[in-house]
């Protein structure tokens, strides 16, 4: 039996001894459990616990927690994210000999890699090897196989069994299929087995087990799967074909999921700077698993598919516009066609008159059309280009965001000097500070509303990071235009983008503490709140020399912006810092705004400076903690939501030197 342990461990711990030096060779095996998502869900409601998902799945499931779990081999779920119920509890798996007694379990290692669910375990001399992934948004498929690590053949019977929290739920049985009903929901969940099997269900559970007994001759491997699909109503032909297949060949498609996701890895990764330290790749990975959790393919009124801020909390339930722009800009790396989804998903929902919503759901009555989002959308359209080369799909967007920049001057630019402010559709200062994507931000403690005209209200002041985005946006602009060989646009588009860079650089840029701010309709005074928004012009390449050096200066003061965890959103020597939510915690997206521009204006070394506090400061991210909405920068304290989008992607772009 020692022998035979050993072997085990050697045959476990294999893959993990390999260490490969070239990033082209990097796998899923080489980045395990970056992220630790071992629960047993205690009930029905409780969704507090993480999950996995891939593939846009509308559902996902946990590696269960061993210490509460009544078998090893054990996976949880599934969860249902539009319900925000764990509709499943342990998915169990177990082996019985011939005659019925169930084999004692050892040696058990769970793992959770990239884009898979992985577990191992020993069931009296058999090498138990289960593996949870994804086939297509709605499906999952759990393989299992069996080593006989004895000299001799067994004789065994694999036994699946799963209960549900509710017995409100009908579970129905037939020959190798089991289907879940739901009363008065629009979906359906079916679990099929590949082989003969017999099912049996009783109130809220089921058991299956193999028809007859395995005969598993010595040193041979004996493949079992399952295939666990969510759908609205009746499974389509396409995804019924799908499942026959992966029932078929369960190893082709592991093969599949093995291949995808190194396929994302290395397209993640780098070979240079960060790309030679352990660290920083495990990052960049955490980052990109963070993302793909958090991909929800098209459903109801999400007519395509695109990135929860957060996928672990309800009301992160949609797609908003400015994150969605952030998404796009670093997923076009490693996804062409998912970053073109989620920019497609927020135009689907523009006005005539070209605004793009807030925020969009499943239910489009509920999206948010008070306001929109700073305008990133030009930027990300360029990120994907920079990535793919798609033409088509520049040509595909011009119109729309030519007719979403102009919607700014005129609905947003109150005495129509060419600088705009942030405002709301319904009159209200709320909407308008959510508009900036900062809602909470000192510098708007004083500001008051001002009437344009229907359904058009603006700040009383003209925002920095606004302008210089606007400024950022007419550069995309013309070089989009440039490539469609739309010359007259392009240089109409340069002449734009010239006067507002003279324009920020006059009115918004204060020589003596040498930083930009908002400033009031009337240009006469600036809104001297330091925030992190007066680094944008560098990020935008709006600053001159002199500016930006003394921004930079700004910036790497300890007093205000160096801090523990770097790049606050509101300098640290103000008397509100740390009073809210945007009111002094560090958001990544505002970190790479600032290590971006700094880089641009070739201070590559206080960037390399900041970039570095964050990852090694921010508690968890050097770890196997999640990546958070923001942190406190006195002390590293991840703060607010887990497994957040944005963040992952500022990481990205800030690994990337973008």
Known sequence: MRRIIYLVSLIITAVSCNNIKEVSGLRQENFPNLLNIQCSPESFNDDSKFFFADKGAWFGFSLSDTSKSMSAGSFSGPFIVEQRKWYGKDISFFITDNKGNK?????????????????????????????????????????????????????????????????????????NKILIEFPGQDLNLSVRFNGNYLTKTE??????????????????????????????????????????????????????????????????LISDKWGKDKKYTNIAVKSLMTLMVNFRTARKDLLHGGFFPSVMINYFDGFWAWDSWKHSAAVARIDGNMAKEQIRAMFDYQTKEGMVPDAIYTDKRLNNNRDTKPPLAGWAVWRVYEETGDQKFLRDMYEKLTLYHNWWYKFRDHDHDGLCEYGSTDGTLTAAKWESGMDDAVRFDKTKILR??????????????????????????????????????????????????????????????????DTSVDNTSLVKVMGSEGWSPLWAWAADEVQ??????????????????????VASDENEFMTGYWRGPVWLDQVYFGVSGLRKYGYNRLADSIF???????????????????????????????????????ILLMYWGL
């Open 452 to 517: 344009n005209g229907p359904s058009s209200w603006s700040m009383d002041q003209e925002s920095v990071c606004l302008n210089s985005f606007l400024y950022a946006e007419k550069k995309y602009l013309s070089k989009i235009a440039g490539v469609l060989n739309m010359i007259k646009d392009q240089r109409k588009w340069e002449k734009e983008a010239d006067e507002l860079k003279r324009k920020i650089q006059k009115l918004m840029f204060d020589p003596v503490s040498g930083y930009f701010y």
């Open 103 to 175: 084999l004692k379990i050892g040696n058990e290692k769970i793992t959770y890699l990239p884009g898979r669910l992985n577990q191992k375990f020993i069931a009296d001399s058999v090498l138990v090897e289960s593996d949870l992934f994804f086939i297509s948004d709605k499906s999952a498929m759990l393989k299992i196989s069996l080593l006989n690590l004895r000299n001799k053949v067994r004789k065994i019977c694999p036994v699946w069994k799963q209960e549900f929290f509710t017995k409100k739920f009908k579970v129905n049985s037939s020959p």
């Open 612 to 650: 570095n506090a964050v990852i090694n400061n921010c508690r968890g991210l050097a770890q196997n903690g999640t990546i958070r909405e923001n942190y406190d920068p006195r002390n590293g304290a991840g703060l607010k939501v887990h497994y957040f989008s944005w963040s992952a992607a500022s």
């Open 548 to 569: 930006a050096k003394a921004v930079k200066k700004v910036m790497e003061n300890k007093t205000k912006f160096l801090t523990f965890v770097p790049l606050p959103t």
């Open 203 to 268: 109130s809220s559970e089921y058991t299956a087990k193999t028809e007859n007994l395995i005969l598993l001759p010595k040193g041979e491997k004996y493949n079992l799967a399952m295939v666990i699909t969510l759908t609205d109503t009746t499974i389509k032909r396409e995804e019924q074909n799908l499942i026959k297949n992966a029932l078929r060949d369960p190893v082709k498609y592991l093969k599949i999921n093995k291949k995808t996701w190194n396929r994302f890895i290395n397209n993640t």
